[in-house]
T-cell receptor, first 117, second 115 residues
Framework: AQKVTQAQTEISVVEKEDVTLDCVYETRDTTYYLFWYKQPPSGELVFLIRRNSFDEQNEISGRYSWNFQKSTSSFNFTITASQVVDSAVYFCALLQGGGGSNYKLTFGKGTLLTVNP | SAVISQKPSRDICQRGTSLTIQCQVDSQVTMMFWYRQQPGQSLTLIATANQGSEATYESGFVIDKFPISRPNLTFSTLTVSNMSPEDSSIYLC????????????FGPGTRLTVL
């Protein structure tokens, strides 16, 4: 069985602070995919990044960066110089690579990030 | 990516009634999924809907309660039957756009409140 743990239920920061959202996963598959989604108060789920299990290279996109470490089964997400518009619930998710009936996206419980002005 | 729309965006329903939620995609996709997000909770997969075959339901979800249709490659419906207040949730449709990239995109969701 696969599992995603986001230990931080809520985080509150002041604007311009850096913040890291933690994600730890469990899977027996050797091929899998990790995702981060953002859910603002409007409720829509916004895709942020996908990373496959064979690519441990860290990625940076503007103020966002992701650190994937297979040795610790972690896929952490850092927002640099946070802004009020970053306030949202962030979900980490794991997709098995088996395809067919094994195609299932498992979500963590989410982390509510509040960025205060 | 794909543009996904859902109807209705929100609804308030009476206990015992049923609601059908529509999901429309702007391109043909093989795999469509329905998720439920209860208040303050994470997303839980209800079922996978593939065109030309019956939906595959996850543990805890049954066809009688959540019948799904998938008449073509751009459209699906989810019905929430015989509703109770516990069904109050956001229901989200998602699609896998490119099989090779395993990217899954979500619709805007349908906010359902059952009184």
């Amino acid at each position: 069985a696969q599992k995603v743990t986001q230990a931080q239920t809520e985080i509150s920061v002041v604007e311009k602070e850096d913040v890291t959202l933690d994600c730890v996963y469990e899977t027996r598959d050797t091929t899998y995919y990790l995702f981060w989604y953002k859910q603002p108060p409007s409720g829509e789920l916004v895709f942020l990044i996908r990373r496959n299990s064979f690519d441990e290279q860290n990625e940076i996109s503007g103020r966002y960066s992701w650190n994937f470490q297979k040795s610790t089964s972690s896929f952490n997400f850092t927002i640099t110089a946070s802004q009020v518009v970053d306030s949202a619930v962030y979900f980490c998710a794991l997709l098995q690579g088996g395809g067919g009936s094994n195609y299932k996206l498992t979500f963590g419980k989410g982390t509510l990030l509040t960025v205060n002005p | 990516s794909a543009v996904i729309s859902q109807k209705p965006s929100r609804d308030i329903c009476q206990r015992g009634t049923s609601l059908t939620i529509q999901c429309q995609v702007d391109s043909q996709v093989t795999m469509m999924f329905w998720y439920r997000q209860q208040p303050g909770q994470s997303l839980t997969l209800i079922a996978t809907a593939n065109q030309g075959s019956e939906a595959t339901y996850e543990s805890g979800f049954v066809i009688d309660k959540f019948p799904i249709s998938r008449p073509n490659l751009t459209f699906s419906t989810l019905t929430v039957s015989n509703m109770s207040p516990e069904d109050s949730s956001i229901y989200l449709c998602s699609v896998e756009v490119q099989v090779a990239y395993n990217e899954q995109f979500f619709g805007p969701g349908t906010r359902l409140t059952v009184l």
